[in-house]
């Protein structure tokens, strides 16, 4: 007999603004949350400055957050958007402490919908969309309007959730307004089909203990390696398909 209440998870009655206001308010105000997330800004800032170095550095991101990313990155100009005002207000606050090179402008951040943003005539080099992809209502739009985003040569750099090693972790917040998870071959087709041409697709960040993963990521076979040995094991876990995380990199024709 049960004798305590259900927990109910009210946060599915929510619109998406209202979601990602909490999400946003609850998670994501601080520099470094969590280890998770911290990791995978890092890793994901070294390719968005690597593509961006040398040249005007024009960067949109969509689905900035708080701007967590934005305060990490290289860039002449950058522009934020994300459909949590809450988010954006965070991210405006924290802006004023961003140290800019010589004649790099502020970054600029703006509450709304990417769905129905108007794409502006002044195009980006870079286009960023970092653990969010899963979450947009329609996902082929989306691609579609990154891709106009983009100037001639410029580059996507995208990264989701792999759910073969996502499913294999033990958490305990709810996945929010989650349209569709991404398999490897549904994601590059996905970004194929507006005419970006795939430069790089790799997983990072190795996690899960569940199944088969409990066995690959044990704690102590891992520290008995030393960090060398376990350093390899890493970067064979991300090579296979076993990181949390995929990253891709597309690249728009010249021509188009």
Not at 108 to 118: I, K, N, P, S, V
Request: charged share 20%.
């Amino acid at each position: 007999m049960q004798t305590t209440p259900p927990n109910i998870d009210r946060s599915r009655e929510l619109d998406e603004k209202a979601w990602w206001d909490i999400w946003n308010k609850s998670y994501r105000t601080k520099e470094h949350n969590d280890d998770v997330s911290s990791e995978l800004f890092a890793r994901v800032s070294v390719v968005i400055n690597e593509l961006t170095r040398g040249t005007q550095g024009r960067v949109l991101e969509i689905a900035c957050g708080t701007g967590s990313l934005s305060r990490m990155l290289t860039f002449s100009s950058y522009h934020g958007l994300d459909i949590s005002p809450a988010a954006i207000a965070v991210a405006e606050q924290k802006a004023a402490d961003i140290h800019l090179p010589q004649g790099a402008h502020l970054p600029t951040y703006e509450a709304a919908d990417f769905h129905d943003w108007q794409v502006p005539q002044q195009l980006f080099d870079t286009v960023v969309c970092v653990d969010a992809i899963s979450c947009f209502r329609d996902q082929p739009l989306v691609l579609s309007k990154i891709t106009q985003c983009l100037g001639p040569g410029g580059n996507l750099v995208l990264t989701t959730i792999n759910p073969f090693v996502y499913h294999r972790i033990k958490r305990v917040w709810e996945n929010g307004p989650v349209s569709h998870w991404y398999t490897r071959d549904e994601l590059h087709s996905l970004i194929q089909s507006p005419g970006l041409e795939i430069s790089e697709s790799y997983t990072i960040m190795p996690r899960g203990k569940l199944g088969i993963l409990r066995l690959v990521n044990a704690g102590p076979v891992n520290r008995a390696m030393g960090p060398r040995s376990a350093a390899l094991a890493k970067s064979m876990k991300e090579k296979f398909g076993l990181g949390q995380y995929r990253v891709v990199v597309a690249r728009k024709p010249s021509g188009n």
